[in-house]
């Protein structure tokens, strides 16, 4: 049987058959077949991620990475994934990645921006910015991989972010752009709650900029620098 189904967010599937507790579906926007659990999640493997800390595969998990702004995308605990560009996360994003690893490859340059993991809303127009909100990601290790001048979060412009659990690790200072921190929160974010994540081996573990103004609110409890 095969018909139409609506999901969270006012999103269209087309269901191809059930299994277990989820549903076979195709995305109708971006074609391709995944399993959807009951509780709006799918997991990274099912997305073309490649978990097993040896193949280099990018753009598919990049591809993962905005998919979550439709469905919470899990990655397999103890495994590891490799990526080596910069990923920009959306507004609804939700990402659980206990156990496992995100790990950059080092690259020439610093990846096209100062992050790997960036929470950025658009400040082109800085007397109106337009933030991303309501975010979360659970768990996992976020491993920079000792590339200079890189932070693990990038954070800006951003409101209703809850980061729990979440480990960085191995990011190292350059002391010309101020980069290498283990999570970096900028200017114009509101309600960014960071509860019991650690940055580990970083040479600056939580950073608040020293430019932030009256918007910024951000709520740090049980985190800790190693």
């Not at 999103?11 to 074609?31: H, P, R």
């Amino acid at each position: 049987q095969i018909r139409i189904i609506e999901r969270a967010n006012a999103l269209f599937y087309v269901q191809v058959g059930t299994g277990g507790d989820g549903w076979s579906v195709i995305d109708a926007a971006n074609g391709f077949q995944l399993v959807l659990s009951e509780t709006g999640e799918v997991s990274a493997a099912a997305l073309g991620v490649i978990e097993d800390g040896i193949t280099l595969l990018s753009a598919a998990v990049v591809a993962a990475f905005d998919y979550s702004a439709k469905a919470t995308v899990v990655f397999t605990p103890e495994t590891t994934t490799l990526i080596d560009v910069a990923i920009a996360m959306k507004s609804g994003s939700s990402i659980v990645m206990t156990g496992a690893t995100l790990k950059l490859v080092p690259v020439v340059g610093n990846l096209g921006a100062g992050h790997l993991i960036g929470y950025n809303g658009d400040k082109s127009d800085i007397s109106n910015p337009i933030p991303i909100v309501d975010m979360k990601w659970v768990g996992g290790t976020v491993d920079v991989n000792n590339q200079i001048g890189i932070n693990a979060f990038g954070i800006e412009v951003c409101e209703l972010l809850d980061m729990i659990g979440v480990k960085t690790a191995n990011t190292v200072h350059d002391p010309v752009t101020e980069g290498g921190r283990g999570f970096s929160m900028h200017p114009r974010s509101r309600s960014v709650t960071l509860d019991g994540c650690v940055a580990e081996n970083c040479d600056h573990g939580f950073d608040t900029s020293t430019k932030s103004d009256n918007l910024i609110s951000v709520g740090v409890t049980g985190a800790s620098s190693t």
